[in-house]
Antibody, heavy 118, light 108 residues
Framework: QVQLVESGGGLVRPGGSLTLSCAAS????????MSWIRQAPGKGLEWISY????????QYADSVKGRFTISRDNAKNSLYLQMNSLKSEDTGVYFC???????????WGQGTPVTVSS | DIQMTQSPSTLSASVGDRVTITCRAS??????LAWYQQKPGEAPKLLIY???SLESGVPSRFSGSGSGAEFTLTISGLQPDDFATYYC??????????FGQGTKLEIK
């Protein structure tokens, strides 16, 4: 079955950097677009970035544009999110999600928490 | 950018009730709408896609309807496991992919 497992979250100081990973299994990873979605404590869901199956297309929410970089390694069945210049408002749980070919999120990881605080 | 507005924000109901959650888009999105259920500490779970298609394994008491800019999620015969937060999500265009603000379904 489809499995997505995020890792790499933790506590980081404002202005710092962190790289999240998402290990995929149970499907042909290279066939699917993938996204990162986050959730601030007690708040709703915010899509932040997607990457096409062969990394040709990447999009970002305005809130992270210029600071976050999405990437993938299809040989390793892995998705990444490089986060730089972190702010307190980046605190939350970060989920990776698989996109159905019509673009809804049909599978989600369990999430990895990121806390940006001094 | 397309905005998604859910109502109500909070809904109190009892086991066995029929409840409806509404999601409105700021412009037409066709039928490109999904609904997700999220329980505390868990990842969201896909319930409905393309406005009314039930995801495999989701109980038939969940149903979705609508097209254009107004959509509903209906749960017929609430079960204890259904008390959670529900989100709508448009995927018609990269807008970029907004979610509704969520509807918390609470036990009355």
């Amino acid at each position: 079955q489809v499995q997505l497992v995020e890792s790499g979250g933790g506590l980081v100081r404002p202005g710092g950097s962190l790289t999240l990973s998402c290990a995929a299994s149970g499907f042909t990873f290279s066939d699917y677009y993938m996204s990162w979605i986050r959730q601030a404590p007690g708040k709703g869901l915010e899509w932040i970035s997607y990457i096409s199956s062969r990394s040709r297309t990447k999009q970002y929410a305005d809130s992270v544009k210029g600071r976050f970089t999405i990437s993938r390694d299809n040989a390793k069945n892995s998705l990444y999110l490089q986060m730089n210049s972190l702010k307190s408002e980046d605190t939350g749980v970060y989920f990776c999600a698989r996109e159905d070919p019509t673009d809804y999120f049909d599978s989600w990881g369990q999430g990895t928490p990121v806390t940006v605080s001094s | 950018d397309i905005q998604m507005t859910q109502s109500p924000s909070t809904l109190s109901a009892s086991v066995g009730d029929r409840v409806t959650i509404t999601c409105r888009a700021s412009q037409s999105i066709g039928s490109w709408l999904a609904w997700y259920q999220q329980k505390p500490g868990e990842a969201p779970k896909l319930l409905i896609y393309k406005a009314s298609s039930l995801e495999s394994g989701v109980p038939s008491r969940f149903s979705g309807s609508g097209s254009g800019a107004e959509f509903t999620l209906t749960i017929s015969g609430l079960q204890p496991d259904d008390f959670a937060t529900y989100y709508c999500h448009q995927y018609n265009t990269y807008s970029p992919y907004p979610f509704g603000q969520g509807t918390k379904l609470e036990i009355k």
